[in-house]
């Protein structure tokens, strides 16, 4: 089971769902899983297609904004004189409003994603360099954009406004894959001569003209992550080279195991992240130990375990009394009942301050805002709580630096 927090009745409109460490998981991910990202000309072309579909009617946005302004001035009238350019236009918005516009999003959204947003910003990460932080900043945003699964439709009242910043928005992230298209540099040819330096069983390379205290900091990690690993059981995966790099994926990354390639990046640069960039590296080569080195479905099994007893453990969870409250970025919610539904625990809640709607949230969600429910479960951190991949490399990380409970130390034992 993997925890959802998508659930935000405060968040703006069609703003993407989901918080932003979230999406840089998703991301992950993504990079890991996908053998192929393809080609980020195509997607920019599609993309641009699905965009000219609504262009008409965001061209329209000015003429609309004048015709409700007609309507407000004129409220004793319905129509403007047969012939007035606005006519056409108020005879729309009295029949369907605004809300034609709010209702396109979600649709546009998907179009846009299906099309190509969902993978172009990762194909440019993975497949280029980029000299230009600023630059690399707005792809990196791109693929946070694209990173959930839909957005939310906004009120009608605001159909115009938000249709317009949305458009707009769309053929901003176009301009950007363009540039980046022609600015980006594949990877390898980023020039100058790559530089190795040996540490243990690692050979630590130096790809992009990083200074020689960078290299010895990668060194230095590399070294206590050998020696980390080797004591508890791991030293089959320290071999091979391991690139230095600018960057490795998305903004904070700082190493990153490619599992179709068998290779290994770190970040330059993490002198002062000394501690956490060491957590990562044995995490990322916890992932190879998984795909190199272990058989069947025994992370599988190992993280059905925890789950298990995550669920246990969240069985015990009170269900709350109606008129209990709960804040959710600023907004008080009252509880209005809970419900077992047939299938799960659901807290219906409404809002303190009159506004009409209902919303239905999963006990555990309820739990997450109360701070009752701890959002790890009984997994050691809550990104091992993603998936079976992220749990494994999430206990040999911490099985390493001695923070593993030691239940989850002789799980983790009996399978290594
Ligand atoms: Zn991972």
């Not at 839909?150 to 009242?157: G, L, W």
């Not at 209005?336 to 299938?343: A, F, L, N």
């Amino acid at each position: 089971m993997t925890p959802r927090t998508s659930w935000s009745p405060g968040s703006s409109p069609a703003t993407p769902r989901g918080s932003r460490v979230q999406a840089s998981r998703v991301v992950a991910r993504y990079l890991r899983e996908a053998r192929s990202y393809g080609d980020p000309k195509v997607y920019l072309e599609a993309m641009a297609r699905v965009l000219n579909l609504y262009r008409n009617d965001y061209e329209k946005i000015p003429l609309m904004r004048q015709g409700i302004r007609w309507m407000n001035e004129n409220p004793e009238m319905v129509y403007p004189p047969p012939g007035d350019k606005l006519f056409e236009v108020v005879k729309e918005l009295r029949r369907y409003g605004q809300g034609m516009y709010a209702v396109s999003l979600p649709r546009m959204y998907a179009r846009m994603h299906e099309a190509g947003g969902g993978k172009v910003f990762l194909a440019l990460l993975q497949q280029l360099s980029f000299t230009d932080k600023r630059l690399r900043k707005r792809i990196e945003k791109g693929g946070e954009f694209y990173g959930r699964t839909r957005v939310q439709k906004p009120k009608s009242d605001q159909g115009l406004d938000v249709f317009q910043k949305t458009f707009e928005q769309y053929e901003a992230q176009l301009k950007t894959i363009q540039e980046a298209i022609a600015k980006g540099v594949p990877h390898g040819a980023e020039g100058g001569e790559a530089t190795k330096l040996p540490a243990g069983p690692f050979t630590v390379v130096n790809t992009g003209g990083f200074s020689d205290e960078d290299m010895e900091t990668a060194v230095k990690l590399v070294t206590k992550a050998t020696a980390l690993l080797k004591q508890h059981g791991y030293g089959k995966v320290c071999y091979g080279d391991i690139y230095l790099r600018n960057t490795v994926g998305p903004p904070r990354w700082a190493a990153f195991y490619s599992t179709d390639k068998d290779e290994m990046f770190i970040r330059g640069n993490l002198k002062r992240k000394f501690d956490s960039a060491l957590h990562t590296i044995i995490h990322e080569l916890g992932h190879r130990y998984e795909y190199r080195f272990l058989k069947g479905n025994v992370t599988r099994d190992l993280y059905r375990a925890i789950d298990r007893q995550t669920e246990m453990s969240e069985e015990k969870l009170p269900w709350p009394k109606s008129g209990e409250r709960v804040m959710q970025k600023g907004v008080v919610f009252e509880v209005v009942t809970t419900e077992y539904t047939g299938r799960s625990v659901q807290v219906k809640l409404k809002m303190t301050d009159g506004s009409p709607g209902v919303y239905k949230v999963p006990l555990q969600g309820y739990h997450q805002l109360t701070g009752k429910r701890n959002p790890a479960g009984k997994f050691v951190s809550q990104y091992a709580r993603k998936d079976q991949h992220e749990n494994f490399a999430e206990m040999v990380a911490h099985h390493c630096l001695g923070t593993l409970p030691q239940e989850q130390v002789d799980l983790l034992e009996a399978i290594i």
